[in-house]
Antibody
């Protein structure tokens, strides 16, 4: 069974940093792209990063230069480092597996709260 | 970046209704368009990919159509389990933008 589970969320002060993890199982991790998507409370989905199988990385302008995605194939995990965070970065962060079908499996999410 | 515009934002519907949701892209995304269903407090679930292909296990009352810049999600006969929020997402280019969502409410 394909599974993804996020961790590392919590309360962080504005300007601070936080590292999110996405642990996976049930599939050949190093052959799939991994994406991160966030959702502010009560609002819609926003794609925030992706990493390909050759460590190519992608970001929207809203987080470029502040977020950094990585992967460690031996640990079957992806990581999202959030730096210089703002109130607008508050929300649930999901990791998801990417296939030709889009994002076909998602984790349950981890909540990030940016507040002083 | 490619912008995705969904309509309507909210739809008041009843069980048994035929439901159509529209998604428009600011430029062509070919058929690289997916639809997701999200229930409150849960992660999104993939319903349709490549504009018209049903993901495994998705009921046949769901269907998708379109290409280029205009897409639709149709639910042929709404069931109680279908009350949720639906999002389109383009994956033609690495901006992977979502539409703003359409919430189905009980009439």
């Amino acid at each position: 069974e394909v599974q993804l589970v996020e961790s590392g969320g919590g309360l962080v002060q504005p300007g601070g940093s936080l590292r999110l993890s996405c642990a996976t199982s049930g599939f050949t991790f190093d052959t799939y792209d991994i994406h991160w998507v966030r959702q502010p409370t009560g609002k819609g989905l926003e794609w925030v990063s992706a990493i390909g199988t050759v460590d190519d990385t992608y970001y929207p302008d809203s987080v470029k230069g502040r977020f950094s995605i990585s992967r460690e194939n031996a640990k079957r995990s992806s990581f999202l480092l959030l730096t210089n965070v703002r109130a607008g970065d508050t929300g649930v962060y999901y990791c998801a597996r990417k296939t030709v079908a889009g994002l076909d499996h998602w984790g349950p999410g981890t909540l990030v709260t940016v507040s002083s | 970046d490619i912008q995705m515009t969904q309509s309507p934002s909210t739809l008041s519907v009843s069980v048994g209704d035929r439901v159509t949701i529209t998604c428009r892209a600011s430029q062509s995304v070919s058929n690289w368009l997916a639809w997701y269903q999200q229930k409150s407090g849960k992660a999104p679930k993939l319903l349709i990919y490549m504009a018209s292909r049903l993901d495994s296990g998705v009921p046949s009352r769901f269907s998708g159509s379109g290409s280029g810049t205009e897409f639709t999600l149709t639910i042929s006969s709404l069931q109680p389990d279908d009350f949720a929020t639906y999002y389109c997402q383009q994956y033609n280019s690495y901006s992977y933008t979502f539409g703003q969502g359409t919430k189905l409410e009980i009439k």
